[in-house]
């Protein structure tokens, strides 16, 4: 069965793919975290109170996150396509991507900031510490293993979407077992691409898994 594996398109599919997931990764970790700070920071009680805001941000979080993802790739290909003058391939595909995984990651985020027990939060502010330093110093510092942690379930996620967006262009894995495995009859194809996602799915985890334990301290 596996003698019909194109084994140099299969090498530059999960080339695509390590690509696609690690580009939003990223990205998904620098809109996320803001993100998820913002709801925490912004609820009623908190350093800086902002109903309203936390409001907007919420809504705009659980938009995304309602939308399936296929409909989300779909809906976005006219942005791909303004931003990047196509709407097809790896690069064009993070922007569904990142769209889709940022609101996920932004509430593992918010759930991370929000079991730092508010007793530390009031001792960083009864010193006279800034808004600005209670986030950077007291927030992310205690948070960072479940945000580590969180990131790896983000990142297990975007392979996951990754693969549904080759099926409409996107390239990578997906695509190669769709295109080149189910439509072309080639067995071989469709479970090679299918046996290097899972194998990447717990890479990843087992990668995250150890970084985690590492940074906790408990």
């Known amino acids: 069965m596996f003698n019909e594996v194109d084994w140099n398109l299969v090498w530059q599919s999960l080339g695509e793919t390590v690509y696609m997931v690690g580009i939003s990764s990223v990205f998904t970790a620098l809109f996320g975290i803001p993100l998820g700070i913002l709801l925490v920071i912004t609820d009623k009680g908190h350093i800086w109170q902002q109903t309203g805001l936390q ?20 809906f976005l290909f006219p942005v ?6 196509t709407s097809l391939g790896p690069t064009a595909a993070t922007i569904p991507l990142i769209a889709g995984a940022a609101p996920f990651y932004a509430r593992i985020v918010e759930t991370a900031l ?19 330093d209670v986030v950077r110093k007291v927030l992310l510092p205690e948070a960072t293993p479940a945000l580590v ?70």
């Open 149 to 218: 942690s969180g990131l790896t379930v983000t990142c297990v996620t975007l392979i996951s979407f990754s693969a549904m967006a080759g099926v409409v262009g996107g390239g990578g894995l997906g695509d190669a077992a769709f295109r080149y495995g189910f439509q072309s009859f080639n067995d071989g194809m469709l479970y090679m691409c299918g046996i290097l996602l899972v194998a990447l799915v717990f890479l990843v985890q087992w990668i995250g898994d150890a970084i985690t334990r590492r940074l906790d301290k408990r």
């Open 114 to 132: 929000r079991e730092i027990p508010w007793g530390v939060v009031e001792a960083a502010r009864a010193m006279g510490t800034s808004r600005l």
């Open 80 to 85: 791909a396509k303004f931003l990047i003058g």
């Open 55 to 74: 409001k907007a941000v919420g809504a705009v979080v659980n938009f995304f996150r309602a939308v399936p993802f296929i409909v989300l790739v779909l």
